[in-house]
Structures are given as C-alpha cells and as structure tokens.
DNA sequence: CGGCTTATTGAATCACATCAAAACGCGTGG
DNA sequence: CCACGCGTTTTGATGTGATTCAATAAGCCG
C-alpha cells in the first residue's frame, strides 16, 4: 500500500542484505561462507541516501561507521589549514568509505556524493565484534585496509613521478577497470566530476586536465564529449601509463 | 669481561618483550592493559637484523608479517613497470612494516633499511589470532593501519598542491616531530637518506631539493652541512608549510 | 530565454627539470 | 699518513611542461 486509499500488495523496502546484495562479490562480503554471510546482515543495520552534492561526513565529524556504496558515486578530499584541498579519491558501488576514522575516532576527510547515492551503514564497533568471531570478515577487512595503502601508494607514484599524460591515461585506465568490474562497458563511460576534481586528484589544473583530454582526441585515443567519453585505443592508453618508451 | 678468554656472566641476548620493550608507547602495545602485554609477548617470537642497505622485503616477496622498527631507520618504496620508483616513507623506531602485503598475501613495495636497523617480527596470523582474543589489541592494530592511510592522504595532499619549498619544509617538520616524540632533539638531526630519496618522497628531483636547503639556509631557517640539519627558525619553517599567507 | 556552472582554447609566465661541472666527504689501500 | 676513487652534494646555465590569466563557448536548469 504505496497510497493510503488503495489496497495493494505492501512492498517491503529491500532489506538490506549482504547476503543477496548483488555487489557481494566487491564488497565487504566478498569470500565468505554462506553461513558467516547471514551473520553479515546482522552487520548492516540502515542505508542512507545522499543526494548529488552532499556530504556523507566532513572533516572533524565523530566516526562511528563505515560506510559501503551501494549506489551513486562519491569524493573523498582532505584540506590543509589555508584552504587548499586534495581530492584523495572516487568511490563507487561496492567500495568502503570512512577507514579514515578510525585511527582519531573523527573523520579526516570530506566523502561527498557526485551524484544521487546510497549507502550501508556499518557500524565499526558491531564490525569489529563479528570478525572477532569470524576469522574470514577479519580477514577480509583487512584485505580492504591494506588494499587501500596500497592504492595510496600508486597514487604517491602517479603524483610523484608522472607527466600529465601518464596521469590522465592512468586514471582513465583506472576507473574503466573498475567500471568494468561492476558490468560497465569497457571503452564508454560517463565522467561523474568536473575538471577540476580530475585535476585536484591528479595534482593538475583543471586546464590541464582540459587541454591533455583535448590531446589525446587529437591523437585518436579518446573521443570525449564533455564529461561522455569513449575510448577509442585501449591498448594506446596503456602504453602510456606504463611510459611511452616501453 | 667482555673478551673470550675471560669467564664471566653470560649476558643473555635481550629478550624479545612488548611489556618491557622503551618503544611500547609508540607501537603495537599503546594503549594495551598489563595482562593483555604480556599475552603480546608471546606474539613476537624473533628479531631480525637488517644491514644497511638490504631490503627487509622486497615487492613479490609472499606476506607472513609485518615487521616493528627496534632500531635504525628504513624507506619503503614501490615502483612501476617501467622502472620508475617513488619513495612512499620512512620508518622509525616503533613504526610497522608490511601493511601493504596483508591485501594480496604479497608485498607491493621494497623496505631497505637506510642505516643497520634491527625489527621485531610479528606473524601476522598470530596477530590477527590474537586481535580476535582482545579487542584492545584489535582496535590499536586497525587504529595503526587507519592512521597509515591518513598519512597517506596527507602526503597525497602534498605532492598534489605544494610548491618545492612547501613540500620539503612539511618533510622537516613531519621528521623532527617523530624525532621528538622519540626523545631527540626538536632542533638538530642527521638526515638518514641522500638528496635523492628526500626528492622520490618529495616528487623532487635531487637538485631542486639541495637548492631549496640552501635557500632555507640563505634564509636563516636552517644550517645544512650535508646531512646535519639544526633547525634555526622553527617557527618560520611551519609558516612555510600551512602557506606563506597565512 | 537568461543566468550559472563547467569546459575549451590561447598567450605569457614561472617553477622545476635537465644538463653540466665542480667540490666535498668518506672509505680504501698503497 | 696521504693519495685515490667514488658516491653525494652543490651550484650555474638553459630548457620545458604545466600554471596562470583571460576570453569564449557550451551545456544546464529554473
């Protein structure tokens, strides 16, 4: 009964469930067993909607949960005293949000939605108790922490030691990868930030991210329609990531 | 009596023990009530010595633990394909080594120690065996992987939107406060890696960064002689590192 | 439509890189 | 002990990729 004068059968909002979430195999679930996987719905207790523009948490905010995509698409980005801010990451269906936290207990970022998203909402406390009772959730969280140094880390490399070709092509790369994991097309996609949230992750300007996607049209890697791009040599890309000597 | 031909006491080696370890304030211990350290000390079952100049691990190597700094001093760094490498830090006494394996049972960087260096093997399993017995333990463990993330972001931050100056001001801040926390003096170090690696950390080539210490120096910051560093103008080096305007 | 944000493109400038040479410091062996 | 060689550091001259400033164009939404 979605209206209050018609009888009709009640849909019940989805429950949420790790166990039937069709992005278990990105996620937090991700290697468990069946059993430890019902356990799991215990875990997530609410969702939340973020519209397009809003924060999930800021900079300073007390932490108490973690937070997994399920929908949308978000910003990460910290800030130093004068004002100056870095975009540290995008996230999409399936990835944490809010490992940050938990070394103060307060968030030490801004996780902005880019577009209308949805997220679970782990509590870390309930997290931490299951997967002292289940040995794969533990190891799997910590997969996820770790992976995530790691993914730090390339990106030091990327911002340390590349042009601005590299950069953009490794990003590009980047984010088709993972598009492609979650049933996206591998040669077309849809940008969900501006220019100038490229070029703060990828420590440019924005005119440079600009003028470097206009570069690589010329060159007949990418056809790009503001933020519609496809990507017309796949292989052309990757061999500029991985420096265009080799 | 310390010469062979002389009999005397034996002196055991030191044995290997978080309760009793000088650096349990910085480490995996912080935190830890008494009877939980001394379950801890079971957890480290060797010390390994690191001459310097060898790795620790190496990229590829498979991932069994992480490793505590007891003595001396390490970098990590990863590098691309194509033979670039960036520095991604530096580790002192009480900091972990080998986060990075724990996402894909291999590690993604190399730790070489930058001056002999002794750490304090710790079996991960045993670790994460032991995380699920005390949540103390747990918590200071996901605490210490969170702040490495932090720290990354921070870094991020750094080589996406700092100048030269900026960038080599905030790596002296960042090592003396570690130095001081360690009981050494705020002002006056010895620098353990060349211009070189000071640069891979920095996104800086190796002369860009000895320039910049003689501009520090010109400008009464500092006094450079090689690798002695005396910090003259703490005050103004911080200046410099949160933007000259404010 | 008109106002707004976002994106593109050009020209001038600048911070850092590159190339090159010299000086310094340190350990080794004569 | 000093001479030698080698890695490291410093400094100068020049080059260049990215930034900055500025103007225009393109999409978007009420």
Chains 1, 2 share one sequence.
Request: neutral net charge; hydrophobic residues 40%.
């Amino acid at each position: 009964m979605n209206s209050p004068h018609t009888t009709t059968i009640r849909i019940e909002p989805l429950k949420v469930a790790c166990s039937s979430c069709n992005l278990r195999e990105l996620c937090l679930p991700l290697g468990l067993s069946q059993p430890d996987l019902e356990r799991l719905d215990t875990l997530v207790d609410a969702r939340r909607s973020v519209p397009r523009g809003a924060a999930l948490f800021r900079a300073g905010d007390p932490f108490h949960s973690l937070f997994a995509v399920r929908t949308g698409f978000f910003k990460t980005c910290v800030s130093s005293e004068d004002g100056r801010d870095q975009v540290t990451g995008f996230q999409m269906a399936g990835e944490l949000l809010g490992l940050d936290g938990i070394s103060t207990d307060r968030h030490s970022c801004d996780a902005v939605a880019l577009e209308d998203s949805q997220v679970c909402v782990i509590p870390f406390s309930d997290l931490e108790g299951l997967s002292r009772e289940f040995t794969d959730l533990q190891r799997q969280f910590h997969k996820i922490m770790s992976r995530e140094i790691v993914r730090d880390h390339g990106v030091m490399l990327l911002l340390g030691s590349m042009r601005a070709e590299e950069r953009l092509a490794a990003f590009l790369v980047n984010l088709t990868q993972r598009l492609q994991s979650r049933g996206f097309s591998a040669s077309a996609l849809v940008l969900r930030m501006t220019r100038e949230e490229i070029g703060s992750y990828l420590g440019l300007k924005l005119e440079t991210v600009s003028r470097t996607f206009s570069k690589f049209q010329e060159e007949g890697l990418l056809e790009v329609k503001q933020r519609h791009i496809r990507i017309a040599d796949q292989e052309g890309l990757r061999k500029l990531v991985n420096g265009p000597n080799c």
